[in-house]
T-cell receptor, first 114, second 121 residues
């Protein structure tokens, strides 16, 4: 089973709203990732959690706040977003963060900021 | 820094025919992985095939195979007997293990810009 689930599938929010994206995997993976993907572009890495600790933050604005409550869950809290933050947000996981291994992606959350 | 180049923005192939997607990369690393991911209109990023750099044998997965030329830093994907369901954006990706005092250690994927493949009747 290589399933990564993400909720919600679609989200529309205003610039003053606070919302959260959720990602879950039950493969026993110890690394989880958030990517942002604009239309017709490749995914861009935002955050990496390694053994539930933030390992990499690719200079993402503070209006995006990641959280890893446990090894199976990864949240992305959104606050005061801008219209240019509208994109597909992809979650991924891999077995071990410090070795070369395959990243498995979830279906994504399509976010629209009005 | 690693770069991944896909020089074909769009390609088209007829059903049942064979098509090859190109990918080149640049790295000074000796140990790395290469991937092809497929992203259909549903937007799910699906792993197609993986190649470990230390393996000389080209990876194959059913109708999908790669031509891995390490010295030339080339990693092309061949799709045989193309099917309508193969219509998607295909991303070539490079993975290395990154080490940073500031950010820690984790494997990182670098994607190419993608090739949009259309399979026609």
């Amino acid at each position: 089973d290589t399933e990564v689930t993400q909720t919600p599938k679609h989200l529309v929010m205003g610039m003053t709203n606070k919302k959260s994206l959720k990602c879950e995997q039950h493969m026993g993976h110890r690394a989880m990732y958030w990517y942002k993907q604009k239309a017709k572009k490749p995914p861009e890495l935002m955050f990496v959690y390694s053994y539930e600790k933030l390992s990499i933050n690719e200079s993402v604005p503070s209006r995006f706040s990641p959280e890893c409550p446990n090894s199976s869950l990864l949240n992305l809290h959104l606050h005061a977003l801008q219209p240019e933050d509208s994109a597909l947000y992809l979650c991924a996981s891999s077995q071990d963060p410090v070795v070369l291994d395959t990243q498995y992606f979830g279906p994504g959350t399509r976010l629209t900021v009005l | 820094a690693q770069t991944v180049t896909q020089s074909q923005p769009e390609m088209s192939v007829q059903e049942a025919e064979t098509v090859t997607l190109s990918c080149t990369y640049d790295t000074s690393e000796s140990n790395y992985y290469l991937f092809w991911y497929k992203q259909p209109p549903s937007r799910q990023m699906i792993l197609v095939i993986r190649q470990e750099a230390y393996k000389q044998q080209n990876a194959t997965e059913n109708r999908f195979s790669v031509n891995f030329q390490k010295a030339a830093k080339s990693f092309s994907l061949k799709i045989s007997d193309s099917q309508l369901g193969d219509t998607a954006m295909y991303f070539c990706a490079f993975m290395r293990v990154g080490h940073s005092e500031r950010t820690g250690t984790a494997s990182k994927l670098t994607f190419g810009t993608g090739t949009r493949l259309q399979v026609t009747l």
